[in-house]
């Protein structure tokens, strides 16, 4: 969603207005119709707990010198939220349904057992009210439609204190736990399989919750294939044990389908990419793009950023037929430099267009995760537009001063 030129410039204007005249309560806004991207590292740590820094940056790679920093110490109500530089699937940053809130979730001052999740406004404010104990789980990421009702996601963790669940802001507990853990290996009257407890990241398209995970669910010698992209439940469940299908991918371990899949974008009821970071032969990392067509879905193909071994973050822009998409590109270590990419797609297409490297990480920083950057709330143009009146009153009663 992209702000008109002259909204976007009275809204500029009113947030600086606002922040001048709030002490600086507004210093670092998002810009509208810009991307924002979770940077983990404070330029001297090479693998440890580290900082999480949103960072902003143009559709065109260049950055607006706009950051945010999540706090790393527990202050008042909210909670510290880092990260680890050196877990590659963790860190993923998700814009709301509403499109007002960015939300990611990290370690607490515990990394050890303490999840905290934060939620950042188009302001720049931060809430990090949010913390509970998930033992030994990797917080992956976490997703929300207005502000307060969250869904997470993570791996196992130690006794399945992780999988999805969904709990609401402010929260001291984990939520109720979507996912079922292995489940059994029959299905439900709908023909859908118990949600693994290992899931990775979810997202929300057409008021549905997905997810995706590198795992199968089930005993015996007939375990039910969730290695892909699958629906979680129907709608946006808030109540335990859900069961699921795959819409994209399934297949054995290593089979070359999605092997290892992370982050995925919905374009259209027909079109969805795929990142993947599988480096197994056969490999099936890359961006992956699939079709349906003649009712069921196939992989049209899988392209790979130049240097990198595969992608993890992932969000896109729809324009009538035309995709922007912005990924995040996954490197031979965890701790290596990698890149904010672009690519430019339609909806049908059939080929693979070719990458455009945006940004690239400095050293001893990763980039993680990437979203497009969160709205304002109508009410804070109007309160800029307030204080716009109210300054040019001054100035008017100044110049009449001046003229006396």
Known sequence: MRMPAGRHQLWTVAVAC???????????PFTPGTIVVSQFGDGVT??????????????????????????????????????????????????????????????GTNASASRTIARVDSLGAVDTTTQFSAAGTSPRSVITTTGTDLWWSGDTGSGSTGGIRYTTLGSTSSGVALAQGIGGSGSNASGQYPVPYNSRVIGVFGDQLYGSAAVSVGPGGAPYSFRGVFNVGSGLPTTANQYGAIIVGGGTANSG??????????????????????????????LQKWLFSSGSWS????????????????TGIVTGSSVQLFGITAMATGTAANDLVAMSDTLGGQSAPSFTTLATASTNYVFRGVALAPVPEPSSVVLGLLG???????????????RF
């Not at 995925?264 to 969805?272: V, Y």
């Not at 716009?388 to 001046?402: C, Q, S, T």
């Open 388 to 402: 716009l009146g109210g300054l040019a009153a001054v100035a008017r009663r100044a110049g009449r001063r001046r």
């Open 257 to 286: 389908v999605i092997d290892s899949p992370w982050e995925f974008f919905i374009a259209s009821p027909t079109t969805i990419y795929v990142a993947d970071d599988d480096t197994t032969a056969p490999a099936s990392a890359g």
């Open 46 to 107: 090479a693998s440890g707990t580290v900082p999480i820094t949103l960072r902003e940056f143009t559709t065109g790679g260049s950055p607006t010198g706009v950051s945010v920093t999540l706090p790393t110490a527990n202050t008042g109500s909210n909670y510290a939220a880092v990260g680890a530089n050196s877990n590659t699937g963790i860190g993923f940053l998700k814009r709301s349904v509403d499109e007002k809130f960015l939300t990611i979730i990290g370690y």
């Open 299 to 314: 992989k049209v193909w899988t392209a790979t950023p130049s240097g990198a071994t595969g992608m993890r973050g992932l």
């Open 18 to 28: 606002l922040a001048a005249c709030s002490g600086g309560a507004f210093a670092a």
